[in-house]
C-alpha cells in the first residue's frame, strides 16, 4: 500500500514538473501536445544526481534551478539532447510569429542540442532504425536543417507575403549551422542557401523580362530591385544577388543615359545603389564580385552624373579605385579637374593688378599654381582631353603677372 502510494505521489510530482520544466527550458507555456517528450526528458533527468534539488527548485520557484541545469545537461545521454533538441525547436516554431527574437534563441538552442545528438552515432544509428530508415540515409544534418530552408523557399517564393524578419531567423539557423554541427551541416547549409539566392533571383529575373527601360514606368522599371531589396531584408545581402542587380540596372541605364532622361536615371540609380555598394565593397576588399570592376565603375559614373558638383570628385575617384584604367571614369574626372580648375581662374582673371589687390600677391600665385596642378592631373588623367590647351593657355597668361 506504502509502494503504491509513492508511486501515486511521484506521478503527481512528475506531472507538476512537466510544465515547469518547460517553461525553465524555453520561457514559454508548455501546451499538452509536449508532454511525452517532456516526459522522456524528465524521466532522463530523475536519474541524475542533482534531480532531488532540481526538482524542488523548479517547484518552489527558486533560482537554484539555474545553477544547477547546466551540469545536469551535460551529463544527459544522446536521447536526452534528443529530446531538447526537439522541444527547442517547437518552441521556436511556436514563437516565430510573435517573437522572432525568441524563436532566434530557441532553433540556436536545438542546434546546439542536436550537435550533441549527432556526436553519437549508436545512437543516430538507432534511432535510424527505429524510424525504419536505412544506413544510407544516417546523415541526420539535412533532416535537421530542411525545415528552415523549406520555410524560406516557400516565403521567396511568394514575395508579396515575405516577411524579413522571420525569414531572417532561418537564415541565421543556416549560418549558425556550420558553427554548432561541425563542416558537413556547413557544406549542406551553404547549397541550401545557394537554393534558396537561385529561388530569389529567378523571382526578379521573371519580373524583369517584363520590363522594357525606355517603355517602363519608374515602378515597372525598378521593381525587380525593390523585390530584390524586400528579400535581402531577410536573408542578407548576397554577391550573386547583388551582381545580377548591378549589371541588370547599369544595362537598363544606358539608354535612360543616351536619351537624357536623368530624372528615371536618378530613381533607377537610388534603387540599384545598395547593391552596386556591395559590389564596391567586395571589390575594394578583393572578397569576390571579380571581373566587374568596369561595371561598377559605370554604376559609380551613373551615380556621379545625378550628384551635386561636391560629391561627384569622390565618386569619380571610387571608379578609379575599383577599375583604374577606366576609360570613362578618367575622362569624367579630367573635365571634372577642368572645371575646378575654372573656378581658381576667375579668381585671379581680373584685369592686371585688380585680382593681385583683392587676393593679395600671395593668394594670387598660390591661386595660379593651384589651377595649374589640375589642368596637369587633367592632362594625366586623359590626355586627348580637347580643352586642356585652352585651360593651359589662360594659366599659362596668369602665369606672366606672378
Known amino acids: 500500500m506504502a509502494d503504491a502510494a509513492t508511486r501515486v505521489a511521484r506521478q503527481v510530482a512528475h506531472a507538476a514538473l512537466l510544465p515547469l520544466l518547460y517553461k525553465a527550458l524555453t520561457g514559454q507555456s508548455a501546451p499538452l501536445t509536449r508532454s511525452a517528450r517532456l516526459g522522456g526528458l524528465l524521466d532522463l533527468l530523475s536519474t541524475d544526481r ?83 530508415l536505412g544506413a544510407e540515409r544516417l546523415d541526420p544534418i539535412p533532416w ?24 531572417g531567423v532561418h537564415w541565421m539557423v543556416l549560418e549558425r549551422a556550420g558553427d554548432r554541427l561541425g563542416s558537413n551541416a556547413l557544406s549542406v547549409a551553404r547549397a541550401l542557401q545557394t537554393e534558396i539566392v537561385e529561388l530569389a533571383l529567378a523571382q526578379a529575373v521573371e519580373l524583369a523580362s517584363q520590363t522594357e527601360p525606355l517603355q517602363a514606368s519608374d515602378a515597372e522599371l525598378i521593381a525587380p530591385l525593390h523585390l530584390l531589396r524586400d528579400l535581402t531584408g531577410g536573408i542578407g545581402i548576397q554577391e550573386d544577388i547583388s551582381i545580377w542587380a548591378l549589371e541588370s540596372a547599369v544595362g537598363w541605364a544606358w539608354p535612360l543615359y543616351k536619351t537624357r532622361e536623368l530624372d ?67 575622362l569624367m ?20 593688378g585688380l585680382s593681385e589687390m583683392v587676393l593679395g600677391r600671395r593668394q594670387f600665385r598660390e591661386t595660379v599654381a593651384s589651377a595649374r596642378a589640375l589642368v596637369d592631373e587633367a592632362e594625366a588623367l586623359f590626355e586627348p582631353n580637347p580643352k586642356i590647351d585652352d585651360y593651359r593657355k589662360r594659366v599659362q597668361a596668369l602665369e606672366k603677372r606672378v
Open 50 to 132: 542533482s534531480y532531488p534539488e532540481a526538482a524542488a527548485s523548479l517547484l518552489d520557484g527558486s533560482a537554484r534551478w539555474a545553477a544547477l541545469w547546466p551540469d545536469m545537461r551535460s551529463r544527459l545521454p544522446a536521447e536526452g539532447h534528443h529530446h531538447l533538441a526537439l522541444l527547442a525547436l517547437r518552441s521556436g516554431w511556436d514563437a516565430l510569429d510573435d517573437d522572432p527574437s525568441a524563436a532566434t534563441r530557441s532553433f540556436l538552442a536545438a542546434l546546439e542540442a542536436f550537435a550533441r545528438v549527432v556526436a553519437d552515432p549508436n545512437y543516430i544509428a538507432q534511432w535510424r532504425a527505429a524510424a525504419g
Open 144 to 167: 535537421i536543417l530542411a525545415p528552415h530552408a523549406q520555410w524560406l523557399r516557400e516565403a521567396v517564393a511568394e514575395p508579396a507575403s515575405f516577411h524579413a524578419r522571420r525569414a
Open 264 to 330: 528615371r536615371l536618378r530613381v533607377l540609380m537610388e534603387a540599384v545603389r545598395p547593391f552596386g555598394m556591395h559590389v564596391e565593397e567586395l571589390l575594394v576588399r578583393n572578397e569576390g564580385a571579380f571581373g566587374r570592376q568596369s561595371l561598377c565603375a559605370d554604376f559609380l559614373l551613373f551615380l556621379a552624373d545625378n550628384a551635386p558638383f561636391e560629391e561627384q570628385d569622390g565618386l569619380f575617384l571610387r571608379g578609379l579605385k575599383v577599375c583604374p584604367g577606366h576609360r570613362n571614369s578618367r
Open 333 to 352: 574626372l579630367s573635365y571634372h579637374r577642368l572645371r575646378q580648375a575654372h573656378a581658381a581662374l576667375v579668381k585671379a582673371e581680373a584685369p592686371a
